[in-house]
């Protein structure tokens, strides 16, 4: 199996500190199950297509 390495820039499509950014972030990418009440849980994650970056590891 290959791997690749994914960054991108998203913007915060409301008031969040960074651990709720971060448990977004993990819940939209299904590396966790489920979110907290946090003021990003009805938002998806969009990435700025201008800057995605796709590499070969």
Known sequence: ?????VTF?????????YEE?????????????GMSNSPLSTYDLEAIRSTVTIEEL
């Open 1 to 5: 199996m290959a791997r690749i390495r």
């Open 9 to 17: 820039e998203a913007n915060l499509p409301a008031d969040a500190n």
């Open 21 to 33: 950014a971060l448990e977004w972030v993990n819940f939209e990418l299904g590396a966790i199950g």
